[in-house]
């Protein structure tokens, strides 16, 4: 999977995560990826095992400022990419607005960062074979506890739980669902580069 291809999922994670928490009802949809089901169960089954529910904030430590702040700021404006790191635009709701930088030597982690360089989600990829699926849990910089999780069906459909295992949304394409299976949300991308 390439870097930019990666960094469009990851921000379907964004979005997908900054959804409100739903209640969980028996959902029977069902989703066929290769011969596998899935649903919000045996998704949700998937996104737990096994998953570390504090990164160690040593690691963290380290990535607390992005020290290249002005240099990921200008590739951005110049739409060009920087060796070593791949590099993306956010803007949520156009309340939060930042940047991702993925870098080529910890490809499982992707660092937000708001405009001014502080770090403000942490999401740890961990893949479970070739492509799909694959989980992406998103975790909170300053404590390294778990925010949100979400596993990737394939590339137009996820599901994103709480760190309680609340189903927030099953994401079908660009449209979120309830465990009802009702819309609940939409979600686009932005070229927008970050506010000065």
Known sequence: ???????????????????????????????????????????????????DLKLDKKMLKDYLEDENNKENRQALKEGRQIPGRSIMSFNIRGIVKGYVVIYDDKPEYAFYYTTSGYLAAVDVNKAFGQDFPYRVGKYNPVTGNLISIGVYISEDEQYAYTKNGKLKAHWVGDTGYNAKGKPIAKREFTDEIPAD
């Open 1 to 51: 999977m390439n870097s930019v291809r990666k960094i469009l999922l990851i921000l379907f994670a964004i979005f997908a995560f900054a959804m409100p928490a739903f209640s969980q009802e028996n959902n029977n949809t069902t989703v066929l990826q290769g011969s596998v089901l899935y649903n919000e169960e045996s998704a949700r089954k998937l996104a737990f095992e096994g998953l």
